[in-house]
């Protein structure tokens, strides 16, 4: 059983899965992965939460097909909050999910307080009748990867290292919603997404694969913004699908950002963001794999 967050599901976690696989087909035992839901920060620190990488929904999928035969969900509330880390280890791992051998990272922390550590688990197990491995951390560029580290790539717009950092591109789900037609009038027609709850990257324009309803993938610029051409406001994520002339209205899609092009711009007229952006087409076609093509 590999026990953690696993917000993003990045290389990190996919070491701590691994692990637990191969001790569970050394043992001809289940491989499990468990999980907290909603993140214990919303519960303890709502103010102070770090917005999502990934909905529940995505990190299922995710852990899924890394080979798991199971998902373990436990909500996180007060009461679980309030449970010692022996009552922890006693109730939830030993008792109600009977662990026999339970895999966590060098900086996991669990119980009251955070007060149970790794190496506390690793007592409280020989005493409850679980073995604990404790998996070293996965380094990119000398540092421990993290979902904190994804989230600050992503607050500095820096996708690419996101992908680097998770071992897949940063992706966004949501609902194609009916926009102000603008893009359609300029001749560079939009989708506009109502995205799911998870952190967006910065304000810019990006290279990005779009998934549509029947499951393909079209290359797309995506810009998330304020449309200083047109007066600003709120943030919006809208993206242009090269190639493309399906009806999306009401449909879910999946942006995956693969490069950052450019920042948010405010240009003096219509026609010359139409000629930004004819340029940012050109930039993304040569980044992109063409339509059609398999996800990454």
């Not at 449909?251 to 948010?264: M, N």
Request: hydrophobic share 45%.
């Amino acid at each position: 059983m590999a026990v953690g967050n696993f917000d993003g599901v990045h290389r990190g976690h996919r070491a701590l899965v691994a692990a637990a696989i191969s001790r569970a087909r050394a043992e001809g035992g289940a491989a499990v992965v468990l999980t907290f839901d909603p993140h214990p920060a919303r519960v303890l620190r709502p103010l102070e939460a770090p917005a999502a990488l990934t909905t529940l929904a995505q990190k299922e999928e995710l852990v899924a097909g890394l080979g798991i035969d199971r998902l373990a969900v436990l909500p996180f509330d007060a009461r679980l909050a309030g449970l010692a880390p022996a009552a922890f280890a006693r109730e939830v791992l030993a008792e109600a999910l009977a662990a026999r051998h339970v895999v966590v990272g060098e900086s996991f922390r669990f119980g009251r307080g955070r007060l149970g550590d790794a190496r506390s688990l690793e007592a409280l197990g020989a005493s409850l009748g679980f073995g604990v491995e404790v998996v070293p951390p996965v380094l990119h560029r000398g540092l421990p990867i993290s979902s904190s580290r994804v989230r600050e790539a992503l607050v500095r717009g820096e996708v690419s290292e996101a992908l680097e950092l998770l071992g897949r591109p940063h992706f966004v789900d949501g609902t194609v919603v009916r926009g102000d037609g603008r893009g359609r009038t300029l001749g560079i027609p939009t989708a506009n997404l109502a995205p799911d709850e998870q952190i967006l990257p910065a304000r810019g324009v990006y290279a990005a694969r779009c998934r549509v309803a029947s499951g393909t993938w079209q290359p797309a610029v995506v810009n998330v913004g304020e449309r200083p051409t047109f007066g600003g406001g709120r943030v919006t994520l809208e993206a242009h699908l090269l190639d493309f002339g399906g009806d999306l209205y009401d449909t879910r899609v999946r942006l995956a950002f693969q490069e950052r092009l450019r920042g948010e711009e405010r240009f003096e007229s219509a026609g010359a963001l139409v000629a930004r952006i004819q340029q940012d087409i050109r930039a993304a076609r040569a980044l992109l794999p063409p339509p059609g093509s398999p996800a990454v």
